[in-house]
């Protein structure tokens, strides 16, 4: 067994036009996988990704898609399946945030962030883990957030905060459901991580805030994500299952 290789394998990342999802996505292809992109952006994100993989030699097809849509996902897959082959592999990393205090908060608000952080990722693992039961074998890797587990100082944010803890808890469920049948399921819990959700202009301040009070003084880079989906989606972690794996500079810790 070849620790940390995806070599000749295929995976599917949602999420995949930006930050975290964009840049796992390309540590797939550095690790040896061929890889499905999935994002609803219609400007040059998943181009963007698609080049980074193709520069490595490793194939890949861009989805605009929506993770909101089980018959977008049946599409997506089918077509992962068809155009590179048995899908083994999935980092569900489509994402929403936004901030609102709860006594202000519409309906539709809250509606939409746990329909796209929460019902998105239950969406996109049931599409693959159909493939992947099929196959008799399978990792999927929800990204989730330390919000999951802890509540942001000075972000009202109600509504993300809930559906990252039921990104977490789903994970380990479905982890149990499909123990027995060759399918792992984990999440990564990402502290605070330099992307285009959290260096909008308007978040300067915000930014300062974040990286005085992680332990290691700064936010994470993309790059640091990948390592840990890589394990997580690998040989490497082929005893662990039902985990959250938070990568957070030691913010919980605090
Ligand atoms: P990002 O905005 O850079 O990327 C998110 C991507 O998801 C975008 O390309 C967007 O188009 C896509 N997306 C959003 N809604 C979608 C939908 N309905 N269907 C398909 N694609 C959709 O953000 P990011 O920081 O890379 O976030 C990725 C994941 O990591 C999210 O789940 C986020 O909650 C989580 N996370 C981020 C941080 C952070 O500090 N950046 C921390 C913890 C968790």
Known sequence: ?????????????????SGIGQR????????????ALLDRRSDDGLAKTAAAIAALGRRSIPIAADVTSAEALADAVERTENELGALHFAVNAAGIANANPAEEMEESQFQTMLDVN????FLSAQAEARAMLRHGRGSI??????????????????????????????SKSMAMEWVGRGIRVNTISPGYTATPMNTRPEMVHQTKLFEEQTPMGRMG??????GPAIFLLSDAASFVTGVDLLVDGGFCCW
């Open 141 to 170: 890797v929800n990204i989730a957030s330390m919000s999951g587990a802890i509540v942001n100082r000075g972000l009202s944010q109600c509504h993300y905060n809930a559906s990252k803890a039921g990104v977490i808890h789903m």
């Open 1 to 17: 067994m070849k620790l940390f290789d995806l070599s000749g394998s295929v995976a599917l990342v949602t999420g995949a036009g």
């Open 221 to 226: 880079t993309v790059d640091e994500m990948v």
């Open 118 to 121: 929460l019902k998105g990722v």
């Open 24 to 35: 796992i996505a390309v540590g797939l292809g550095e690790a040896g996988a061929d890889v």
